[in-house]
């Protein structure tokens, strides 16, 4: 483990991305990864490069309560990756509105709304998604490791998932059978940022009119909590996109023991019908990055955490029977 001034990494690989002098730093010294970090909170830029040995050291540094805002930037075998399969998929930062509009999509600017509201230790991003804004999905059978277990397993789940066919991860929405009453509805997307006494969570919670009218509860809810770093680097790639990629899906219950890239293990097979992509406009963009860096930090800070306490007093100020999406204050 080492770590240099970023300013220095930079002029040691002048006209590069950080994402690439990373790699060119990994390959030259035969780093299995290069994170970076902020030295204090109020630093508007990255101060560091850190390399690692080991996932073990990755770790050390990603939660680290005495240093800020850690991203992983290259590992082995991939510029930037979703570390939650058994292969590292690549996985980029995200799109411009060039590289949209020369695939033919254009990400709705106008039609969603958003609020910001809290309770009690509960931050939320409420997003308002109007029905007849999708296209058809990109994600025709893609395979997910069943490390994403809610997808792989629950018909009617929603969850943060890596995408070769798209940059970056999508939100995926994932109700077998009911995927074409759910493009014919509007949408409710809350993220939220729970500072709970024995550790931090991190929600995703799913409204609509087939949500009320069909399940036995009138949402759905995915995310979980803070101590697994592949799930911190997922969530922070999403935010850091031009859009919100949400694919309606439907996971007809199949698995394979194989995965198209080869892969032994447990796979689910999911098949995206519709996707809809959400511009995020700057301060958007700003406030879920930023939240989720807040709340990870909390967690980091926390000596005793613990995820099934911290998940039971979450229940105790949202009970099952309410809806957990906060309204607009």
């Not at 014919?184 to 609509?208: D, H, Q």
């Amino acid at each position: 483990m080492a770590s240099f001034e970023s300013d220095y990494v930079r002029k040691q690989y002048p006209g590069n991305s950080d994402e690439e002098s990373a790699k060119l730093l990994a390959q030259e010294s035969n780093y299995f990864a290069v994170v970076k970090y902020k030295r204090a909170p109020e630093e508007k830029e990255f101060t560091n490069f850190a390399s690692c040995d080991s996932e073990r050291d990755i770790s050390r540094y990603l939660y680290n309560p005495n240093i800020y805002e850690t991203e992983i930037i290259f590992i082995k075998d991939g510029p930037v990756v979703n570390l939650l399969s058994p292969t590292y998929i690549k996985m980029d930062f995200g799109e411009t509105d060039n590289e949209l509009k020369s695939e033919g999509i254009i990400p709705d600017k106008e039609a969603h709304k958003w609020y910001s509201t809290s309770e009690n230790s509960i931050e939320q991003i409420v997003i308002e998604i109007p029905a007849g804004i999708e296209h058809q999905s990109e994600l025709k059978g893609v395979s997910i490791s069943s490390e994403c277990i809610n997808l792989v397993e629950q018909p009617l789940s929603v969850g943060f998932c890596p995408s070769k066919v798209k940059k970056g991860p999508y939100l995926m929405i994932r109700t077998d059978n009911y995927v074409k009453l759910m493009k014919e509805s509007n949408l409710t997307i809350a993220f939220a940022y729970c500072k709970m006494p024995s550790g931090g969570l991190f929600g995703i919670y799913v409204e609509s009119d087939v949500t009320k009218k069909h399940f036995n509860i009138p949402f759905m809810e995915g995310g979980g909590g803070l101590d697994m770093y592949p799930y911190i680097t997922l969530i922070q790639h999403a935010f850091k996109k031009t859009t919100l990629d949400i694919c309606l899906a439907d996971g007809h219950g199949e698995t394979v023991e194989k995965s198209p890239m080869g892969t032994i293990g447990s796979w689910g097979l999911i098949y995206g019908e519709y996707d809809i992509s959400i511009f995020l406009e700057e301060d958007l963009k700003s406030i879920l990055r930023n939240k989720f860096n807040e709340l990870f930090q909390y967690h980091k800070s926390l000596s005793n955490r613990n995820f099934q306490s911290s998940m039971n007093e979450l229940y105790q100020l949202v009970p099952i029977d309410r809806s957990p999406i906060l309204k607009k204050k």
